[in-house]
């Protein structure tokens, strides 16, 4: 109907590109002649199923489509593929089913959340920090034995980790080689995570140590009011290394992720 695209007609309106956040292969061979006509087309997605390039790769399936686009568009940015002060169409899927909705967006390059800079970034490896963030999210959902768990990872930088922390009883991973994303691993976290303290993990993935008790300069570190010891000691302990964090809160079954001594990413487990 044209009277309809006299309404929405704007939301397209001279954008600088198009970004398709994981569209199916069909949906991207009807959108890519339009490239030819001058209309870049960026694809999103946990992987690049379409073959596409540019392609900006997303750790997780967000489902919040405001975490979703701006994590695209921040690896956009950091890739170079767009800049400051572009405006997107961004493409989406919000109900099950296919692209379904599109927003007009203008990339911001000042206010950067860091979700890209945590998982890209990041001295650990991407996967071990996708995977750690998976754990703590089926642990959030399922708890342990019904019950709400909390847990605390500090992953990447583990020797300075180590030092500025101290055992609360025996390291049950002291003699073993075992690394996050191993089945076994995941049953071994979700057990050793009804006992205090914090695990420790290489930044290849390598789990160092359970039960450690955090000590870092907690100075300059400023994390919301609110959050107790655990989640200061992963702020703090970010900041004083260069490790990061991801924090199952019990209290509220939000999982936090710290960077820098700052609060990246705060994530609902049962929205997954
Ligand atoms: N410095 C620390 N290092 C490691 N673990 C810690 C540290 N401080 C607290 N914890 C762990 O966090 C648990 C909960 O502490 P607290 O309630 O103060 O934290 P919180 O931030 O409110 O977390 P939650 O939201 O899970 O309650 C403690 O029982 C302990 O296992
Ligand atoms: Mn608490």
Redesign the pocket.
């Given at each position: 109907m044209d009277g309809l695209d006299d309404v929405f007609g704007e939301i397209y309106d001279d954008v600088d590109a198009l970004v398709l956040f994981s569209p199916s292969g069909s949906y991207y061979e009807r959108v890519a002649p339009l490239e030819d006509d001058g209309l870049d087309v960026i694809v999103v997605g946990t992987e690049n199923t379409v073959g596409a390039d540019p392609f900006v790769e997303l750790p997780l399936e967000f489902s919040a489509v405001a975490e979703r686009v701006r994590f695209g568009l921040e690896g956009a940015l950091e890739q170079g593929i767009i800049e400051g002060g572009d405006v997107l169409a961004c493409a989406t899927s919000v109900f099950d089913g296919g692209i379904d909705t599109v927003s007009r967006v203008r990339a911001n390059a000042e206010d950067q959340l860091g979700l890209y800079d945590l998982f890209s970034k990041s001295r650990a490896d991407a996967d071990v920090i996708k995977a750690v963030f998976e754990v703590a999210i089926n642990l959030g959902k399922k708890g342990q034995k019904g019950k709400p768990v909390?847990a605390?990872f500090v992953v990447g930088d583990a020797g300075n980790v180590m030092n500025k922390?101290r055992p609360l009883s025996y390291n049950p991973f002291e003699k073993s080689h075992v690394h996050v994303g191993d089945p076994i691993v995941t049953v071994m976290l979700k057990e050793f995570s009804r006992l205090?303290?914090?695990f420790v993990i290489s930044d290849s993935g390598k789990i160092v140590s359970a039960y450690?008790?955090?000590?870092p300069a907690a100075e300059g570190v400023d994390i919301p009011k609110g959050?107790?010891?655990?989640?200061?000691?992963a702020g703090a302990i970010t900041r004083d290394t260069n490790s990061i964090a991801v924090v199952l809160?019990?209290?509220?079954g939000m999982v936090r992720a710290f960077k820098a001594g700052e609060l990246i990413l705060e994530v609902d487990p049962e929205a997954y």
């Open positions: 909390g605390l922390s205090d303290g914090a450690r008790y955090l000590e959050l107790g010891a655990r989640h200061m000691a809160s019990e209290s509220d």
